[in-house]
Nanobody
C-alpha cells in the first residue's frame, strides 16, 4: 500500500483544515488507518485511528471533539477533518496503514506510512 497525504497548510487559530490520504492498492479496505503527527523537537504522537469498517474510531484526548477521522473505502481515501485548530496542533501530519484493530495507537502497529503534510496554526 502506498499512501499520499495532502491538505496541510497555514491557518489561524480557530480555523479548519481537512487532510486527505490517498492509498494505492486493492486492499485498502482491509487495513486499519491512522493519523500521527510530529512537532519539531517532539516524538511522533498518535492522533486518530479508524478500523477497516469505520465502526471503531479512536482519538487522542487533546483532539476529541475537534477532529474527525473518516474513510471512503470505495475511493481508497482517508480523511481528517480538523476544526477549532490551536497553535499546539502545529506539526507534520502523516497517515499510516496497518493490519491491526481500530485501537491501534502506536507507530509499530502500522506497516505503511505516507509522507507528511505540514499543518501550521498561527495564534
Amino acid at each position: 500500500v502506498q499512501l499520499q497525504a495532502s491538505g496541510g497548510g497555514l491557518v489561524q487559530a480557530g480555523g479548519s483544515l481537512r487532510l486527505s490520504c490517498a492509498a494505492s492498492g486493492r486492499t485498502f479496505s482491509r487495513y486499519v488507518m491512522g493519523w500521527f503527527r510530529q512537532a519539531p523537537g517532539k516524538e511522533r504522537e498518535f492522533v486518530a485511528a479508524i478500523s477497516w469498517s469505520g465502526n471503531s474510531i479512536y482519538y487522542q484526548d487533546s483532539v476529541k471533539g475537534r477532529f474527525t477521522i473518516s474513510r471512503d473505502n470505495t475511493k481508497n481515501t482517508l480523511f481528517l477533518q480538523m476544526n477549532s485548530l490551536k497553535p499546539e496542533d502545529t506539526a507534520v501530519y502523516s497517515c499510516a496503514a496497518g493490519p491491526g484493530s481500530g485501537n491501534s495507537r502506536q507507530p509499530h502497529d502500522y506497516t505503511y506510512w505516507g509522507q507528511g503534510t505540514q499543518v501550521t496554526v498561527s495564534s
